[in-house]
């Protein structure tokens, strides 16, 4: 007879221990009644005679998670039952073909792979990516639908429509790619820029910067407007800069994570438009926790990022472009120098071109993607905006009640997801992200490009935006403040 051992735990401690024979009928145990929201642990070990017990682990959420944990280990239970004992007997074929494996193959199985998975529980408090809700991740464990199958051309509508109401726009050219945020800035500026175009990138932190990279590495002719991180662009600085430049993209971050801006984008559409110009905006730090709004702020192109205030896993970047982008992108002279971020084909894959579509292959699991722009749905964006605004004003009222200084001393221009303050007096802040980090299993983050040395970043965007983890945060700086070696001042 074959067993299986069912472990149980919760931070590491252990709630109960139960063990079934093979193809027993499992039930919810009694100590899981009582467990609280935390994550806990399911391990299973299977036994018969003097066999080496093999180890199983995987981590669920409780609140979500518990029916499907315990339904793995009762599948995995009558699973064993189909090994009867000459399987496990030291002459069984298995082993031999193992013996066999193991002596053509002249490098062995990575160690580290042979050892169970184990993800920390921790506080996701810096610019990003930031802790998910527990039905996304759920529905992570979604089955697999084949690209070509009807039901994913309908899940890809579906992702184009929640798209298309997070960004206000009406833009029938609206996709998600595959790949971070980096993915779909390098899609804008490789699709509506040719070799030797003007292009006009306004840097006030590390997103101008890259973008500013991508268009002259692509051969395009760069101008910058330049400030220290924090600083905004007056409209009347962004027609005249157009008016001497002439480009034919303009470009600027309406959430800079790197300062904790949040950029005014009012009537700079309508200079670019004035000026045939076309108008990318970057929202990936903002999208969900400020106003945006694509159509009637005159936007021609805007893209975002899953990891932030969307509650999604990275990978996933939506962009969308509007009727003056499609002018120029799909009246090319070139071809975008990557093939894989064509916009010719993209289109198609989604979708958008009013042709046969062809196998959407830049998706993979969409799932956990469906599910967070379900939730913006639900929630709705005034009062997920509402929220974000009101939960970073809570977090910096009491940011300035322990003494710390603020980056962005206008009240108005800071970024709803991301509060920057300014790196405290006489600390070190490298080792009070360490300690924090160490004692209180919570990340944030020092500045990132141009505000390296300059801030102290705390994210609290999507799942995260929460009083109750704004206090967390504030008691986490109290105690690191406390205990840390202030060096001077």
Same mark, same amino acid.
Not at 301 to 319: E, M
């Given at each position: ?8 735990? %919760?931070? *590491? ?21 009582? /467990? ?5 642990? #399911? ?10 017990? %093999? ?59 042979? +050892? ?44 184009? @429509?929640?798209?298309? *109401? ?29 070799? $030797? ?12 910067? +890259? ?13 910058? !407007? ?31 994570? /790197? ?12 200079? %670019?438009?004035?000026?045939?110009? #076309? &108008? ?21 192109? #805007?893209?975002? $990022? /899953? ?21 120029? !992108? &799909? ?15 993209? /289109? ?6 009013? @042709? ?57 221009? +800071? ?19 360490? *300690? ?22 705390? $994210? #609290? ?20 403040? @406390?205990? %840390? ?5």
């Amino acid at each position: 007879m074959i067993y299986v051992t069912v472990s149980y735990t %919760c931070h *590491y401690q252990p709630l109960c221990q139960v063990t079934h024979k093979c193809g027993q009928q499992v039930k919810d145990p009694v100590c899981l009644k009582s /467990s609280t929201k935390h994550p806990f642990r #399911l391990s299973l070990s299977v036994c018969q005679r003097d066999l080496t017990p %093999c180890r199983f682990l995987g981590n669920r959420t409780q609140a979500v998670m518990q029916r499907a944990l315990i339904g793995r280990s009762a599948l995995l239970a009558q699973q064993a039952a189909v090994l009867d004992a000459p399987l496990f007997s030291r002459n069984a074929p298995v082993l031999q073909r193992l013996d066999r494996s193991m002596s053509s193959v002249t490098v062995p199985p990575p160690a580290c792979l042979l +050892r169970p998975l184990e993800a920390p529980l921790r506080y996701l408090f810096g610019p990003g990516p930031s802790n998910v809700p527990p039905r996304v991740l759920a529905a992570g464990g979604r089955p697999i639908i084949g690209h070509l199958h009807p039901e994913m051309y309908g899940i890809m509508n579906d992702i184009k @429509k929640g798209i298309q *109401y997070a960004f206000q726009t009406e833009n029938k050219m609206t996709i998600s790619m595959s790949g971070s945020g980096h993915a779909a800035m390098e899609c804008a500026v490789f699709n509506a820029v040719e070799p $030797g175009e003007s292009v006009l990138v306004a840097v006030n932190g590390i997103w101008g910067e +890259r973008v500013a990279e991508i268009a002259e590495r692509m051969g395009a002719n760069v101008h910058k !407007m330049v400030k220290a991180p924090g600083g905004y662009f007056t409209n009347k600085e962004i027609e005249q800069a157009v008016e001497k430049h002439k480009p034919v993209l303009f470009f600027l971050t309406h959430g800079e994570s /790197s300062a904790g801006l949040c950029h005014p984008m009012d009537g700079i559409g309508d200079i %670019c438009r004035k000026h045939n110009c #076309l &108008f990318l905006v970057d929202t990936v730090a903002s999208l969900g926790a400020a106003p945006i709004y694509m159509d009637k702020q005159s936007i021609d192109i #805007l893209y975002t $990022g /899953s990891q932030k205030a969307l509650n999604a896993p990275p990978g996933t970047a939506p962009i969308s472009f509007n009727e003056r982008a499609c002018q120029k !992108m &799909f009246n090319r002279k070139t071809k975008p120098v990557s093939y894989l971020f064509d916009m010719t084909h993209l /289109s198609n894959y989604w979708g958008c071109d009013g @042709k046969p579509a062809r196998a959407p292959s830049d998706i993979a699991l969409p799932g956990p993607y469906v599910e967070s722009l379900a939730i913006l749905a639900e929630t709705g964006l005034e009062e997920s905006w509402r929220k974000h605004k009101e939960v970073s004003g809570y977090l910096q009222r009491g940011l300035e009640d322990l003494g710390l200084k603020l980056f962005i001393p206008e009240r108005d221009l +800071r970024l709803p997801s991301v509060t920057t303050i300014a790196i405290p007096e006489g600390y070190d802040w490298r080792e009070m992200l360490v *300690y924090i980090m160490k004692n209180h299993q919570m990340e944030m983050t020092g500045g990132l490009g141009p505000s390296i040395g300059m801030v102290m970043r705390i $994210g #609290l965007m999507g799942y995260n935006c929460e009083k109750t983890n704004a206090d967390m945060a504030l008691q986490a700086l109290a105690d690191a403040l @406390k205990n %840390c070696k202030k060096t001077r001042g």
